[in-house]
């Protein structure tokens, strides 16, 4: 079935370092791919998404390419803020799921001033 | 915007008591989404619902049931709650037109069942 694997936090990260998070998918079909942001004690807010292969998504500095070659949707940021700590989901939809969306485990992501 | 609302965002509740989450939704969307939340655990499905009066198990629909009456409002309900129970509820819902099913949340109820 398909499935989301992202890469294991919490990972700090001193202010306006380059951040990356890993985030690789199986999937029968073709899907669309998330990037979903949770800040403490809110619920998950989507932060940018992608449809198909070689679109990138992008919102408040942060960018995802759809690299259907390496199954991959990895989430970067050029310089990262104090404020943009929070756990970060990775998360996919395709006709396979009946209208679920398949979820990663989550990142914590903590910045440090 | 897509707004979720949650009729709670804290609660405490003691075990055996009935709890009822409700869910309001305001952009004519086909589904509704129940998740709890625990650390470590991810999100996990509880249960959801596609239409009016349908719904569907998800992964650990185990000590809970779900009402549907209207488009707009999903009910997650607790017969007799347990400290097991104890987690973050977040609702959810997304639209079917579009084919990506994205899914737009509300702010969570974060309930304690002592």
């Known amino acids: 079935g398909d499935s989301v694997t992202q890469m294991e936090g919490p990972v700090t990260l001193s202010e306006e370092a380059f951040l990356t998070i890993n985030c690789t998918y199986t999937?029968?079909?073709?899907?669309?791919l998330f990037w979903y942001v949770q800040y403490p004690g809110e619920g998950l807010q989507l932060l940018l998404k992608a449809t198909k292969a070689d679109d990138k998504g992008s919102n408040k500095g942060f960018e995802a390419t759809y690299r259907k070659e390496t199954t991959s949707f990895h989430l970067e940021k050029g310089s990262v803020q104090v404020s943009d700590s929070a756990v970060y989901f990775c998360?996919?939809?395709?006709?396979?799921?009946?209208?679920?969306?398949?979820w990663g485990a989550g990142t914590k992501l903590i910045i440090k001033p | 915007d897509v707004k979720v609302t949650q009729s709670s965002r804290y609660l405490v509740k003691r075990t055996g008591e009935k709890v009822f989450l409700e869910c309001v939704q305001d952009m004519d969307h086909e589904n509704m989404f129940w998740y709890r939340q625990d650390p470590g655990l991810g999100l996990r499905l509880i249960y959801f619902s596609y239409d009016v009066k349908m719904k569907e198990k998800g992964d650990i629909p185990e000590g809970y049931s779900v009402s549907r009456e209207k488009k707009e409002r999903f009910s997650l309900i607790l017969e007799s709650a347990s400290t097991n129970q104890t987690s973050m509820y977040l609702c959810?819902?997304?639209?079917?037109?579009?084919?990506?099913?994205?899914?737009?949340f509300g702010p969570g109820t974060r309930l304690t069942v002592t």
């Open positions: 999937a029968t079909g073709y899907p669309s």
């Open positions: 959810a819902s997304s639209p079917i037109a579009g084919g990506s099913y994205e899914q737009y």
């Open positions: 998360a996919l939809s395709d006709l396979g799921s009946n209208y679920q969306l398949i």
